[in-house]
């Protein structure tokens, strides 16, 4: 077996190690999008204190590749930041209360705390909550995503 030449190595382990190398599919392992199934489980993700960037999507070509940056920006931000993709012909309700006509979008939700007004008290067992939400209008990429949490001091890494 011959032995590789200099320019495979080196282009191997510029792959191994660049982080923005995009010529070959990365190894990501298993997905870390969440897909959306109830609001009850969004709570609960929201109630754990993280970021969760949430894509509304609809079956069409720009999904598809929002698909693939989700994938690998949720590889790239996890545990730090959640990713959940919401697909909109099946949980209507959910899409329609963001007020959004234009498919697919991108929005931020973080920091959730306990609303000040509780308001009128039908259920004592129901809490209710403040999120702060945030359109997301960066570049669509693991880029896009790391300059706008910078931008809105949202912490998506360790800190060294």
């Given at each position: 077996m011959e032995e590789p030449s200099f320019f495979d190595k080196m282009i191997s382990r510029i792959?191994?190690?660049s982080k923005y190398y995009t010529g070959y599919p990365k190894d990501l392992g298993p997905s870390?999008?969440?897909?959306?199934t109830s609001e009850r489980?969004?709570?609960q993700l929201l109630?754990?204190?993280?970021p969760i960037v949430v894509a509304f999507t609809i079956k069409c070509?720009?999904?598809q590749h929002l698909d693939k940056v989700l994938e690998e920006a949720a590889a790239e931000f996890y545990p730090h930041v959640k990713f959940m993709r919401v697909e909109c012909p099946k949980y209507p309700g959910f899409c329609i209360t963001r007020q959004r006509k234009d498919y697919p979008f991108v929005e931020i939700f973080h920091s959730p705390q306990q609303a000040a007004n509780q308001g009128?008290?039908?259920?004592p067992n129901i809490t209710k909550y403040s999120?702060?939400?945030l359109p997301f209008n960066f570049d669509t990429s693991v880029y896009g995503f790391r300059e706008y949490f910078k931008k809105h001091n949202i912490r998506a890494t360790?800190?060294?």
């Open positions: 792959r191994e190690t870390r999008v969440i897909h959306f489980e969004f709570v109630q754990e204190g993280h070509n720009y999904s009128r008290i039908v259920d999120v702060k939400v360790d800190q060294n």
